[in-house]
T-cell receptor
Framework: GDSVTQMEGPVTLSEEAFLTINCTYT??????LFWYVQYPGEGLQLLLK?????DKGSNKGFEATYRKETTSFHLEKGSVQVSDSAVYFC??????????FGAGTRLTVKP | DAGVTQSPTHLIKTRGQQVTLRCSPK?????VSWYQQALGQGPQFIFQ???????QRGNFPDRFSGHQFPNYSSELNVNALLLGDSALYLC??????????????FGDGTRLSIL
């Protein structure tokens, strides 16, 4: 079935460091791919999306490129801030099916 | 423009009890999905409602049931609560005719604790 595997955390970085969180997927159809972020005590917020191969999603300095050949959608940011500390979820969706999420990666950014 | 709203925010129940959680979708949306997020894990799909009918269901027992009302709001009911039902329950909404391969909009969730 459709599934997402993402890098296990937690990840701890210093402010202004480079961030990569790996995400790979398995899908029977042609999925759209997403990154969601969850701050403490809150629900999920859409961070970025890509709906077809080679698309690059970007938002708030975060980027991810839909790589069909490697079935990956890695999240990157060039310079993280303390305010980026949160849990990040990679997810996929095929058509009107339910969303499938990875287990989440907790990021802590220290000043 | 109101987003997805869920109530209550927090709830404490004991084993064997029953609980009802409520969700109002984002304005203009007609489809509601429910997810269970256990501590330290990603959300797991419970079921989806559209036109007041359950359209898809994940791997959850019949103790989990739902309803959608004509105004598109939805309820999640859980009977015979178990300790393992302790989790954050998330509601997500979308507009079906444009939602293919598109993201869902999530509420802040209801934190359910079973004692």
């Amino acid at each position: 079935g459709d599934s997402v595997t993402q890098m296990e955390g937690p990840v701890t970085l210093s402010e202004e460091a480079f961030l990569t969180i790996n995400c790979t997927y398995t899908a029977t159809g042609y999925p759209s791919l997403f990154w969601y972020v969850q701050y403490p005590g809150e629900g999920l917020q859409l961070l970025l999306k890509a709906t077809k191969a080679d698309d690059k999603g970007s938002n708030k300095g975060f980027e991810a490129t839909y790589r069909k050949e490697t079935t990956s959608f890695h999240l990157e940011k060039g310079s993280v801030q303390v305010s980026d500390s949160a849990v990040y979820f990679c997810a996929l969706k095929v058509g009107n099916n339910d969303m499938r999420f990875g287990a989440g990666t907790r990021l802590t950014v220290k000043p | 423009d109101a987003g997805v709203t869920q109530s209550p925010t927090h709830l404490i129940k004991t084993r064997g009890q029953q609980v009802t959680l409520r969700c109002s979708p984002k304005s203009g949306h007609d489809t509601v999905s429910w997810y269970q997020q256990a501590l330290g894990q990603g959300p797991q799909f419970i079921f989806q409602y559209y036109e007041e009918e359950e359209r898809q269901r994940g791997n959850f027992p019949d103790r989990f049931s739902g309803h959608q009302f004509p105004n598109y709001s939805s309820e999640l009911n859980v009977n015979a609560l178990l300790l393992g039902d302790s989790a954050l329950y998330l509601c997500a909404s979308s507009l079906r005719r444009t939602s293919s391969n598109q993201p869902q909009h999530f509420g802040d969730g209801t934190r359910l604790s079973i004692l």
